[in-house]
T-cell receptor
Framework: NAGVTQTPKFRILKIGQSMTLQCAQD?????MYWYRQDPGMGLKLIYYSVGAGITDKGEVPNGYNVSRSTTEDFPLRLELAAPSQTSVYFC????????????FGQGTRLTVV | QKEVEQDPGPLSVPEGAIVSLNCTYSNSAFQYFMWYRQYSRKGPELLMY????GNKEDGRFTAQVDKSSKYISLFIRDSQPSDSATYLCAMSGAGGTSYGKLTFGQGTILTVHP
C-alpha cells in the first residue's frame, strides 16, 4: 500500500495563478482532510470529506475549494493564489473505525510570489 | 484563546535525558488525544493515541491525559538523537461531525544532542 500520496511535492505560483493539489489514498478510507501548516503554527484544517460527494469547510477554507468524486481522491483547488497561501499542505485520511490513526501524506510545499 | 496551546520550545537536551512535552486545551468536548512526531520536511506520524483520561505507555514513550485539568503530556525516557523532531499534540471530539477532525498544538521542536 502506498498510503496517502500527494503531488506535487513543491510548487512556486505567481499571484493570481491557479493550481490543484492532488491527494490520493489506497486504504479505502471514507474520511479525508486537508490541512495547512505555517511555521510555528501547527496544522489548521482547510476542508474535509466524510465520503464521496460530501465535503465541508474546516477552520480556514477561504481561497480554497475541494471535490470528492471518488473514495480515493480528494483534490484541493486554489483559484487565485495569494502570498498568504504560502504554506505546506498536508492531506490525511482515516478509517471510520474509532480509535484508528490518521495517515498523512508527505506534504506539498507551496510558495506564492 | 487558542483551543490548544503547546509550548513551542525549542527544546534541546543531552542524549539519555527525560523529555517532557505538554499541551493545554480549552474545549471540553475533546475525547481523543494524540501525539504526532514530524521529521523535517515529512508528514506527521502518529506516536501515541489516548482516549479520555489516563496513562498509556509504549516503550520509551508515556502519554498522560488529565481531563479535569485539560492538560496532556508526553514523556520520552532515555532520549536518543533519533528522537530529534517536531512533536505535535492533537485532539478531536468523540464522534459525529467531530470525528477525525484534529485540532493541533503549535508543535515543539526537540533536539537531542549526543
Amino acid at each position: 500500500n502506498a498510503g496517502v500520496t500527494q503531488t506535487p511535492k513543491f510548487r512556486i505560483l505567481k499571484i493570481g495563478q491557479s493550481m490543484t493539489l492532488q491527494c490520493a489514498q489506497d486504504m479505502n478510507h471514507n474520511y479525508m482532510y486537508w490541512y495547512r501548516q505555517d511555521p510555528g503554527m501547527g496544522l489548521k484544517l482547510i476542508y474535509y470529506s466524510v465520503g464521496a460527494g460530501i465535503t465541508d469547510k474546516g477552520e480556514v477554507p477561504n481561497g480554497y475549494n475541494v471535490s470528492r468524486s471518488t473514495t480515493e481522491d480528494f483534490p484541493l483547488r486554489l483559484e487565485l493564489a495569494a502570498p498568504s497561501q504560502t504554506s505546506v499542505y498536508f492531506c490525511a485520511s482515516i478509517s471510520n473505525v474509532v480509535g484508528t490513526e490518521a495517515f498523512f501524506g508527505q506534504g506539498t510545499r507551496l510558495t506564492v510570489v | 484563546q487558542k483551543e490548544v496551546e503547546q509550548d513551542p520550545g525549542p527544546l534541546s537536551v543531552p542524549e539519555g535525558a527525560i523529555v517532557s512535552l505538554n499541551c493545554t486545551y480549552s474545549n471540553s468536548a475533546f475525547q481523543y488525544f494524540m501525539w504526532y512526531r514530524q521529521y523535517s520536511r515529512k508528514g506527521p506520524e502518529l506516536l501515541m493515541y489516548t482516549y479520555s483520561s489516563g496513562n498509556k505507555e509504549d516503550g520509551r514513550f508515556t502519554a498522560q491525559v488529565d481531563k479535569s485539568s485539560k492538560y496532556i503530556s508526553l514523556f520520552i525516557r532515555d532520549s536518543q538523537p533519533s528522537d530529534s523532531a517536531t512533536y505535535l499534540c492533537a485532539m478531536s471530539g468523540a464522534g459525529g461531525t467531530s470525528y477525525g477532525k484534529l485540532t493541533f498544538g503549535q508543535g515543539t521542536i526537540l533536539t537531542v544532542h549526543p
